[in-house]
């Protein structure tokens, strides 16, 4: 049985994606990204289900920064449909909810419904965590913004369902593990995560992508991180529609490689079919 790990707790759009990915395997709920990150890596846990960005709020803060330096590889993606409901303890109404927790990404989610009620906000740690203070506090007056699983978790009473301001509201996953998995077969639909650092010279990063440009590979994101104080070349994180033995791909990171000091491969997996949607 493999044991599956995330940041939040039950309940949480993480627990409810591990469960999608992972049916009837043993979950172990964290804390903080970094903390199951280190589940996989020492051991206690198999896999990792991290989110890494929301159509919505951008890139998950710390994710991309922690991936390099995790020793992690990436296995698959998943695109899960976010959906936040008000919730609070059985007799609530919305109007006399005085407060509302969640995690600052679930808040900066529902601002409409937010501004509509005048509430005040709290920041939690997790949405689920969220639901479970209201339900510990007992208080009419406080309620959640949490995924629907949390409400019956918790006997929580949904005041508002569907709360979030983008129906299309959508965060993509990624699954890691100690080990790379088996890369799709050439030819099949597949994305490439990569991290490199450019070599300290003059139009570093311009020539290091150009093999991208002139092979026609798609970057579909590109994300820069600057370590130290600023003195040394800065680290990027990549990822490439294609297979790294397509003749494309592959001459792209072969000029790559030659303008960085360094480049890793951090996944080879198969696209999601999310990707293939004709509105996304």
């Given at each position: 049985?493999?044991?599956?790990?995330?940041?939040?707790?039950?309940?949480?759009?993480?627990?409810?994606?591990?469960?999608?990915?992972?049916?009837?395997?043993?979950?172990?709920?964290?804390?903080?990204?970094?903390?199951?990150l280190d589940a996989v890596t020492l051991g206690a846990a198999d896999v990792a289900v991290i989110p890494v960005d929301n159509s919505a709020a951008g890139r998950v803060a710390d994710v991309h920064h922690l991936l390099p330096e995790s020793g992690l590889f990436i296995n698959a993606e998943y695109f899960h449909a976010i959906r936040f409901d008000l919730m609070g303890v059985p007799g609530a109404t919305p109007d006399r909810v005085e407060c509302v927790r969640s995690h600052v990404?679930?808040?900066?989610?529902?601002?409409?419904?937010?501004?509509?009620?005048?509430?005040?906000?709290?920041?939690?740690?997790?949405?689920?965590?969220?639901?479970?203070?209201?339900?510990?506090?007992?208080?009419?007056?406080?309620?959640?913004?949490?995924?629907?699983?949390?409400?019956?978790?918790?006997?929580?009473?949904?005041?508002?369902?569907?709360?979030?301001?983008?129906?299309?509201?959508?965060?993509?996953?990624?699954?890691?593990?100690?080990?790379?998995?088996?890369?799709?077969?050439?030819?099949?639909?597949?994305?490439?995560?990569?991290?490199?650092?450019?070599?300290?010279?003059?139009?570093?990063?311009?020539?290091?992508?150009?093999?991208?440009?002139?092979?026609?590979?798609?970057?579909?994101?590109?994300?820069?991180?600057?370590?130290?104080?600023?003195?040394?070349?800065?680290?990027?994180?990549?990822?490439?529609?294609?297979?790294?033995?397509?003749?494309?791909?592959?001459?792209?990171?072969?000029?790559?490689?030659?303008?960085?000091?360094?480049?890793?491969?951090?996944?080879?997996?198969?696209?999601?079919?999310?990707?293939?949607?004709?509105?996304?």
């Open positions: 049985m493999t044991t599956v790990t995330y940041q939040g707790e039950l309940g949480s759009n993480s627990a409810t994606v591990a469960s999608a990915l992972f049916p009837g395997d043993t979950q172990l709920p964290c804390t903080s990204f970094e903390q199951a990404h679930a808040l900066g989610q529902c601002r409409k419904v937010l501004r509509e009620g005048g509430w005040r906000t709290l920041v939690c740690d997790d949405t689920a965590g969220a639901a479970r203070e209201v339900a510990e506090l007992g208080d009419p007056r406080h309620a959640a913004l949490a995924p629907p699983a949390a409400a019956a978790l918790h006997g929580l009473e949904v005041l508002r369902a569907g709360v979030e301001d983008d129906p299309d509201n959508t965060t993509r996953f990624v699954v890691l593990s100690r080990d790379a998995a088996p890369a799709p077969a050439v030819g099949e639909p597949t994305m490439t995560s990569l991290f490199f650092c450019v070599r300290n010279i003059p139009s570093a990063l311009y020539k290091a992508l150009g093999g991208f440009a002139s092979s026609g590979v798609n970057l579909t994101k590109i994300e820069s991180y600057q370590m130290g104080a600023g003195r040394s070349a800065s680290r990027f994180y990549v990822e490439v529609e294609g297979h790294p033995d397509d003749e494309r791909v592959a001459l792209a990171l072969h000029e790559l490689r030659f303008f960085s000091s360094e480049v890793r491969v951090l996944g080879v997996y198969a696209a999601h079919p999310h990707r293939h949607r004709g509105d996304v």
